[in-house]
């Protein structure tokens, strides 16, 4: 083959790999060009300014509001020693930093095995009281606590305190409960 017809067959091929690339992209009538696309947008709401009133906190009986009186010299009786170390109304503030009520719980026991604590608050669960337990994980091995609560009522705790150290032999510590 001469150089001339080479040079022929190469323009050829050139030319129909073109015409292969350009021709569907300039007779293509799927693109109709730019299309008008209208968009609805929604008109600007109205937002009232009016001042926004705080949540009030909710309101207690009163017998629990209400600090008790002091009590005159000749009626007071001498406490048993279980409820010695018992805080006053003034120490036990009925809430917290963040107006939330304080409420207390008993613990009754830790124990290694969850099973032996299971065994207790399922005992006093029968016995009607509000038993349950916790799990703390982040000691080795992981102890399980039994409580009773938890209540706002302090005084009735130590009074379940000094029941179930007659009946069941359990020393037991009123603590601030934390959920």
Same mark, same amino acid.
């Given at each position: 083959?001469?150089?001339?017809?080479?040079q022929r067959?190469?323009?050829?091929?050139?030319l129909v790999?073109?015409? *292969?690339?350009?021709?569907?992209?300039?007779?293509?009538e799927?693109?109709t060009?730019?299309?008008?696309?209208?968009?609805?947008? +929604?008109?600007?709401?109205?937002?009232s300014?009016?001042?926004?009133?705080?949540?009030?906190?909710?309101e207690?009986d009163?017998? *629990?509001?209400? %600090?008790p009186?002091?009590?005159?010299?000749?009626?007071? +009786?001498?406490l048993?020693?279980?409820?010695?170390?018992?805080?006053?109304i003034?120490e036990a503030?009925?809430?917290?930093?963040?107006?939330?009520?304080?409420?207390?719980?008993?613990?009754?026991?830790?124990?290694?095995d969850?099973?032996?604590?299971?065994?207790?608050?399922?005992?006093?669960?029968?016995s009607?009281?509000?038993?349950?337990?916790k799990?703390d994980?982040t000691?080795k091995p992981?102890?399980? %606590?039994?409580?009773?609560g938890?209540?706002l009522?302090h005084? %009735?705790?130590?009074?379940?305190?000094?029941?179930?150290k007659?009946?069941i032999k359990l020393?037991?510590?009123?603590? %601030?409960f934390?959920p």
């Open positions: 083959m001469n150089d001339g017809l080479k067959v190469i323009g050829a091929i050139v790999a073109l015409a *292969i690339v350009f021709i569907p992209i300039i007779f293509d799927n693109q060009g730019p299309s008008n696309v209208e968009l609805e947008i +929604p008109k600007k709401p109205k937002i300014m009016l001042p926004i009133e705080r949540a009030k906190p909710p207690l009163a017998k *629990i509001v209400e %600090r009186k002091a009590p005159t010299p000749e009626v007071v +009786p001498a048993p020693k279980e409820t010695v170390d018992t805080p006053s003034d503030a009925l809430f917290d930093n963040a107006n939330m009520p304080v409420s207390w719980t008993l613990q009754l026991g830790t124990f290694k969850q099973n032996n604590a299971e065994t207790l608050r399922d005992r006093l669960r029968k009607g009281y509000k038993a349950y337990l799990v994980r000691e992981n102890l399980s %606590r039994v409580y009773i938890p209540d009522d005084k %009735r705790l130590s009074d379940i305190q000094v029941k179930l007659k009946e020393d037991g510590i009123i603590i %601030r934390l």
